[in-house]
C-alpha cells in the first residue's frame, strides 16, 4: 500500500476502459480524495460519474487547455488524468459545489457556509493556516472575479486555491465536477485538513518595466479597457510597449502582459485582443482607475526551476503536487520549445494539472503557474 500521492493517466478514448485504467493506477494508495482533470475532447460527464463509482471517495475536477502529470511525463493533450491523496494524509474536509453563478453569485457564500458549517470552522475569524482550500471555475462564464471576490468576503482567512476550467482553445463550454457530477456556470470547492505540511507556490515570469498605465475608463465586468491614460486603449499600449497596434497580437500580448504590483510581485492580467475602436479585451478585469505595470517577459524555465526548488528546500520535499497552468503561459512555451523541460518540472513528484483559463489566488490571475506542494 502507497503512503504518498499517486499519480495516473490514460489516453484511452473510451471513458469505461479510461476510469478502469485510472482506477487501477490509483487503487494502492487507498484513496482519500482525488484530484483530476479531463481534456474536453473526452466525455466529461460519464468520466466523473465512473470515476466516482469506481474510487468511492469524493472526487474533484474539470475539463481542460491540455493535461499536466508526473505519470505521463509533464504535459499532455486528450487525456485524462487524477492524482489520489491517501487517506492517511487527510484529517478531514468538505466539499461543495453550486450552479448559476452568473445569476446567483450568493451561492459561493452559502457554499462557503456549508463548508464552515461540515468542518465547524468559522472562516472569518479562525486560523485557516493548515486548510487548504481548492476552487475549480467555470471558465467561460466570467465569474471568475466575482468568485474570488466573495470567497474573500465570505471566507476571509481561507486562502483558496485553483484555476478556470478550459476547453482545448475552443472557448465554447467547460465544466467542473464534484462527487460524480458535473455543470457548467459552477465552482467547486473544497476546504482539506491535511495531516502534513503544505505550500502555495505562485510563479511567472515577468520582470517590470517601470512604464505604467492608468485604466481612465473601463468596462469592468467584459474586461474591456476603453482608454489608458485618457488616450485609446491599444495606442496607449503601443507606446509602453514600443509595438505598432496592428502587431500588438503577435508581438506583444504574450511577451508584454500587464500587472498589478503587490509587495513588488505581479498579479498579471493578460490583453486578449484589440477592439475595432481600440479598446482592449482583456482576460482579467481591470478596474477603472488602476494603475498597471507593463511587464517584460523573462527567463521562464529558469524561474520555474527556482520557484518550485524554493519550494520544495522550504518544505522538505514534496511528496505530492497540483499544478495549474496558464494556457498563455503553456503557448509561450511552447513557443519556445521548453515543452519537455518545463514539464519534467512539473513531473518532479506524483503530480497533476492542467492548462487554464486562468488561475484563482487571491484573485484571478493569468500567465502565472499556481500550484500546490504536498509533504
Known amino acids: ?45 460519464p468520466i466523473a460519474g465512473l470515476l466516482q463509482e469506481a474510487l468511492g471517495v469524493p472526487c474533484i ?22 492524482l489520489a491523496l491517501p487517506k492517511r494524509m487527510i484529517k478531514r474536509a468538505a466539499f461543495a459545489m453550486q450552479t448559476g453563478i452568473t445569476a446567483n453569485p450568493d451561492a459561493v457564500d452559502t457554499a462557503v457556509a456549508q463548508l464552515g458549517k461540515e468542518l465547524g470552522v468559522d472562516f472569518q475569524t479562525a486560523d485557516c493556516s493548515r486548510y487548504l482550500g481548492l476552487v475549480l471555475i467555470d471558465g467561460m462564464s466570467g465569474t471568475e472575479e ?30 467542473v465536477s464534484l462527487g460524480g457530477k458535473t455543470a457548467s456556470d459552477a465552482v467547486a470547492l473544497a476546504v482539506i485538513e491535511l495531516e502534513g505540511p503544505f505550500k502555495i507556490v505562485k510563479t511567472q515570469s515577468f520582470r517590470d518595466t517601470g512604464k505604467k498605465l492608468v485604466a481612465t475608463r473601463a468596462t469592468e465586468r467584459e474586461r474591456i479597457i476603453h482608454e489608458f ?40 492580467r493578460s490583453p486578449q485582443q484589440v477592439l475595432p475602436d481600440g479598446s482592449i479585451k482583456f482576460y482579467s478585469e481591470i478596474k477603472a482607475g488602476g494603475t498597471m505595470s507593463v511587464l517584460e517577459a523573462g527567463d521562464i524555465l529558469a524561474d520555474t526551476r ?35 523541460e518545463v514539464g519534467q518540472v512539473y513531473a518532479g513528484a506524483p503530480s497533476v494539472g492542467f492548462n487554464t483559463y486562468g488561475e484563482a489566488y487571491l484573485g484571478h490571475i493569468n500567465q502565472t503557474c499556481t500550484a500546490v506542494l504536498l509533504r
Open 1 to 45: 500500500m502507497a503512503t504518498s500521492p499517486l499519480s495516473a493517466i490514460s489516453r484511452n478514448p473510451d471513458p469505461k476502459a479510461a476510469v478502469q485504467e485510472v482506477a487501477r493506477a490509483l487503487a494502492p494508495a487507498d484513496p482519500g480524495l482525488v484530484v483530476f482533470f479531463v481534456s474536453s475532447k473526452r466525455d466529461h460527464e
Open 229 to 268: 491614460d485618457g488616450k485609446p486603449a491599444a495606442r496607449a499600449y503601443a507606446e509602453a510597449t514600443g509595438v505598432p497596434v496592428d502587431k500588438l497580437a503577435e508581438e506583444a500580448f504574450l511577451r508584454h502582459p500587464v500587472g498589478l504590483m503587490v509587495d513588488g510581485e505581479p498579479y498579471v
Open 146 to 175: 466575482t468568485v474570488m471576490r466573495h470567497l474573500g468576503r465570505s471566507a476571509f482567512n481561507q486562502i483558496f486555491v485553483g484555476a478556470s476550467a478550459g476547453d482545448d482553445l475552443t472557448f465554447k463550454r467547460t465544466t
Open 306 to 340: 527556482r520557484a518550485f526548488d524554493a519550494a520544495k528546500a522550504e518544505l522538505g520535499g514534496a511528496s505530492g503536487m497540483l499544478i495549474f497552468n496558464c494556457i498563455l503561459r503553456y503557448l509561450d512555451i511552447e513557443g519556445r520549445k521548453l515543452v519537455g
Open 61 to 82: 475536477g474539470c475539463t481542460t487547455a491540455g493535461e499536466i502529470s508526473s505519470a505521463g511525463g509533464g504535459f499532455s493533450h486528450g487525456s485524462l488524468v487524477a
